[in-house]
């Protein structure tokens, strides 16, 4: 039996390079390596022995979304891979609430061309770090560039990020290691950098995009959705480790999304599935309707979130031939 990968029919990819914003389209099937590009819902919580500690836990919790839910808006946002796609909406709505925001991406144009943007339009403070995240060492840079401007971080979004197409064995190694350091490498670098104001405010909040495809083993996406699982396990354990400190850390897992990846891959639109892929905007609107209700594990879509949920339905050795 030959694995497919008809998964990413329904699911969402990360864009080619992080900042690009191209986020998930529809795959075929190539011979060559193409470069994918990333820009209901569940609370993981260990097991308690006790009623006593169940108790505790659960005051812990409702302590951290009094805290959130006393956030009328955040003052400043921080978003990777802001230029296009997802991290793009999220700037344009986080604007439009009036939180200043500091973006970052690697391509300078575009994303002074976003700012300038939204700083016309909404009149909020907008700082641009054109800063490539698949280097080793760029999360301390990025820290020490916002810090070092007085600026104070209450919402970090990590939406940047990449996927590779291809089987594993034929990909480059440079650009594996790449992925594996912008995915999570520097995802979970920001997190902790971040997160030492946020602890002495006692508020704030983390999105992590991840895709729903970290839900699957999906052949010729084997380390990207390997990524993908990191990025949603993580969140998940670190939402309950931060809730007593009033911070949310949600796992944002999108499945196909309109964006430019199908044109840049030469592969054409998404039409082949008509209605099952959602703007950006709209991910975005879910995510942050989510975030005030302190969801963890967000996979907007229904279609997404049925897929999911039926995977687990499947023996997982079958996965891998399916997915």
Known sequence: MKPTNNFFALHRLAPARQG?????????????????????????????????????????????????????????????????????????????????????????DR???????????????????????????????????VTGQGHEIDLLVN????????????????????????????????????????????????????????????????VYTATKAYVTSFSEALSVELAPEGIAVMALCPGTTTTEFATVAGMGGSKDLPGLAMSPEKVVQIALSSLRRRKTTVIPGFSNRLAVWSHRLVPRAWMPWIA
């Open 159 to 222: 939406n940047a990020g990449f996927g590779l197409f291809g089987n594993f064995a034929e990909q480059d190694r440079e650009k594996i290691v790449e992925m594996i350091t912008l995915n999570v490498t520097t995802l979970t670098e920001l997190c902790h950098l971040f997160l030492a104001g946020m602890r002495e405010r006692r508020r704030g909040a983390i999105i992590n995009v991840s895709s729903a495809g970290g839900f699957f083993s999906v052949p010729t996406f084997a």
């Open 20 to 108: 690009d914003g191209v986020d998930g389209s529809i795959l075929r099937h190539s011979k060559r390596n193409l470069t994918a590009r990333d820009s209901q819902d569940r609370v993981s919580a260990p097991s308690s022995p006790g009623a006593g500690e169940e108790r505790e836990g659960e005051r812990w919790i409702a302590e951290g979304s009094r805290s959130l839910g006393r956030m009328k808006k955040f003052d400043t946002a921080l978003v990777t891979g802001a230029s296009s796609g997802i991290g793009r909406a999220f700037a344009r709505a986080l604007a439009r609430k009036g939180t200043n925001l500091v973006l970052v991406a690697r391509r300078r």
């Open 111 to 145: 994303l002074e061309r976003v700012a300038t943007e939204i700083g016309t339009q909404s009149g909020v403070k907008v700082m641009v770090v054109p800063l490539d995240l698949s280097r080793q060492g760029s999360a301390v840079e990025l820290f020490e560039t």
